[in-house]
């Protein structure tokens, strides 16, 4: 089992609907945690971080996490052509190294 | 500079060869890290620096890959004898790590093609 899970998709949304990426994690001690977002042929760029349980708002971008249930998801609200991409999730296992999953596409047509 | 910065972006080498990658990280960022990625993949750990000293290396694959940070600043990733499966992006990320913000941010990477 792989410590960062997500489905590849790709996930198809049309243009002003939510888009809801997941991601499962197994190790208990993990602390934190990370989205980022990677066009193709660029490097990760990091959209949101969250650290406790809950939701955390920043612009259209929404974390929630459950560390009882050890989910991570990210929404995104008025979904855009521009946030066709591949979303990684990420998990600090208390290392202070990420583990990222494999990613997420992330379709969003116009 | 405003980012981390990778030299080269693109290198192409034979198989058998020496090539050193390049990271230049945020100012004052202490934390910097080496990750590698295939095509379809999430970023996979290498090596992580804490200052000049590697604080967790279990990531490099075998004893062909080694990296320094001498001055806890600029790194450098060196390949030995390379092989064609250590053709990827590899990607250098560094971090302020100011207490439980572990945030990375991601230079652009080095493409590496072994022929």
């Known amino acids: 089992q792989k410590e960062v899970e997500q489905n590849s998709g790709p996930l198809s949304v049309p243009e002003g609907a939510i888009a809801s990426l997941n991601c499962t994690y197994s190790d208990r001690g993990s602390q934190s945690f990370f989205w980022y977002r990677q066009y193709s042929g660029k490097s990760p760029e990091l959209i949101m971080s969250?650290?406790?349980?809950g939701d955390k708002e920043d612009g259209r971008f929404t974390a929630q996490l459950n560390k009882a249930s050890q989910y991570v998801s990210l929404l995104i609200r008025d979904s855009q052509p521009s946030d066709s991409a591949t979303y990684l999730c990420?998990?600090?296992?208390?290392?202070?190294?990420?583990?990222f999953g494999s990613g997420t596409r992330l379709q969003v047509q116009p | 500079g405003a980012g981390v910065s990778q030299t080269p972006s693109n290198k192409v080498t034979e198989k058998g060869k020496y090539v050193e990658l390049r990271c230049d990280p945020i100012?004052?960022?202490?934390?910097l890290y080496w990750y590698r990625q295939s095509l379809g993949q999430g970023p996979e750990f290498l090596i992580y620096f804490q200052g000049t000293g590697a604080a967790d290396d279990s990531g490099l694959p075998n004893d062909r890959f080694f990296a320094v940070r001498p001055e806890g600043s600029v790194s450098t990733l060196k390949i030995q004898r390379t092989e064609r499966g250590d053709s990827a992006v590899y990607l250098c990320?560094?971090?302020?790590?100011?207490?439980?913000?572990?945030?990375?941010?991601f230079g652009q990477g080095t493409r590496l093609t072994v022929v």
């Open positions: 990420a998990a600090d296992t208390g290392r202070r190294a990420l583990t």
């Open positions: 969250i650290y406790s349980n």
């Open positions: 100012s004052g960022h202490t934390a």
């Open positions: 990320a560094s971090s302020p790590l100011d207490g439980q913000n572990t945030e990375a941010f």
